[in-house]
């Protein structure tokens, strides 16, 4: 259960600066803040990962299912949102 809690602690940490890593290269005008975003996406679940095996190496599998977890569950609730929102705007346009 520690695992994974840790887990999904770094995988909404992750999904946070993946949704703002996104949002930074689509505007493309920052690309030194979007760069350092796309290397946190490497670095955050290695760094939970590697604190959890200095922990116990039996709360890997739970950790890495945490944050695999919390990466879907987002972004599925990201996509439901943002497809509600695009749909309200073309109602408006008819």
């Known amino acids: 259960m520690v695992g994974f809690l840790i887990g999904a602690v770094a995988g909404a940490v992750q999904f946070l600066a993946l949704v703002r890593f996104a949002r930074l290269i689509t505007r493309s005008d920052t690309m030194m803040t979007a760069v350092l975003f796309g290397m946190l996406q490497f670095l ?11 922990l116990s190496k039996s709360y890997l599998l739970p950790a890495a299912c945490g944050i695999v977890a919390v990466l879907v569950i987002g972004a599925f609730i990201k996509y ?8 309200g705007r073309e109602e408006k346009d008819a």
């Open 44 to 54: 955050i679940p290695l760094a939970a990962l590697v604190g959890v095996a200095f």
């Open 80 to 87: 439901v949102v943002f497809s509600r929102k695009g749909k």
